[in-house]
């Protein structure tokens, strides 16, 4: 068998089409609880990079037949020594080589440029959740990679959230809060308020021994991610919780809807500013965001989320909810 690596023009829409397809038939196999994500969702995230980055996409060829691809990551203002990869393959084809091959051309760029950690990150089965064959972190650990931090996955049918008991329970600790509610890109006056929460996720999230430097506030990145979320078809639905006394935003938390199946969701980032924490705003927000999609999708009605296992405050949060254990994501580090 004849296996060669090749780079994929990401402005080709064949050769993307190629890659994003051999993507939604991996995530088919590898995470068979989670919806089949859109062709237009895969290409955005081939096609657009945040804020300070690159990325590079690949493909793997046995006898002329695209059967793997790999999407290498290159952050060029903060982790400069650092590269996120991805290497997807066509199940009937694993264990062939092609894997390995795409692996050693991603990790010969990433030398080749300096850098000493790789990251990558897979899906395996948890406790009481539904099975994933986990073939992924058997592949990392054979590469030498180690396990960094683990993420618990969660999943909720938005019908069972008792959300009236809940906003009654968590009112009486918000006096002194007002709730903000809207879709879509964050208003200019509050982005400022969005860019400093969205700031502090790596340093209030655990993140186990990952070694990240934290992102710095800045209204760009909030407007690119933005950008990436539009292209990828989704709605957005934000909720956050305004300090009366000062007019800012401290707490905040975003549900993307997905472009299709538009019945399923992520729950996305939640933050509360440590100043304001102990008035229960992260289960307000939640709630509030609830509530809001409620009025304005009913059609969806599934959310999946991510944890870090050592985050037990959100994690309670989102048993309270109803969220149930729906698989694990684990960050793999290596260092060369």
């Known amino acids: 068998m004849s296996l060669r690596v090749t780079a994929v023009d990401l ?54 037949v695209a059967v793997g691809t790999g999407l290498l990551v290159l952050p060029d203002e903060r982790n400069r020594d650092t590269a996120m990869i991805e290497v997807h393959v066509l199940p009937e084809h ?5 894997g390995r091959a795409l692996h050693e051309h991603l990790t ?16 395996e089965s948890l406790p009481g959740g539904p099975a994933r064959p986990g073939h992924g972190s058997a592949f990392a650990e054979a590469l030498g990679y180690r396990r960094a931090s683990t993420a618990h996955g969660q999943a909720l049918d938005l019908d069972d959230v008792p959300v009236e008991r809940l906003l009654s329970q968590a009112t009486p600790h918000t006096a002194g809060y007002s709730p903000v509610l809207w879709t879509g890109e964050v208003p200019e006056a509050d982005v400022e308020d969005i860019a400093y929460l969205n700031g ?54 975003m549900i993307e809807q997905l472009d299709e199946p538009v019945s399923w969701g992520w729950q996305q980032i939640t933050l509360v500013d440590p100043a304001h924490r102990g008035h229960r705003l992260g ?13 304005k999708a009913p059609e969806l009605r599934h959310l999946h989320t991510w944890n870090s296992a050592a985050n037990t405050h959100m994690m309670a949060i989102n048993a309270a909810l109803g969220f149930r254990p ?8 290596r260092r060369f």
Request: aromatic share 4%; with cysteine; hydrophobic share 35%.
């Open 200 to 253: 502090r996720l790596l340093l209030d999230a655990p993140t186990g021994e990952l070694e990240l430097e934290a992102e710095k506030p800045d209204p760009s990145v909030i407007r690119a991610y933005e950008r990436g979320y539009r292209d990828k078809g989704g709605t957005l639905f934000h909720a956050a919780m305004r300090d009366d006394a000062t007019g800012r935003l401290v707490a905040w938390t």
């Open 283 to 295: 289960m307000a927000v939640k709630i509030h965001n609830h509530l809001q999609v409620r009025a």
């Open 11 to 64: 402005a080709d829409d064949p050769e993307c089409g190629e890659a994003t397809a051999i993507m939604r038939l991996a995530g088919r196999t590898d995470t068979p609880d989670l919806p089949v994500l859109s062709q237009r969702r895969y290409l955005s995230r081939l096609r657009n990079p945040q804020v300070g980055e690159r990325r590079l996409g690949f493909l793997a060829r046995a006898d002329g």
């Open 94 to 98: 694993r264990r062939r080589g092609a």
């Open 108 to 123: 010969g760029i990433v030398r080749g440029e300096g850098r000493t950690t790789v990251l990558a990150t897979t899906s």
């Open 326 to 333: 729906a698989g694990a994501t684990i960050d793999w580090q």
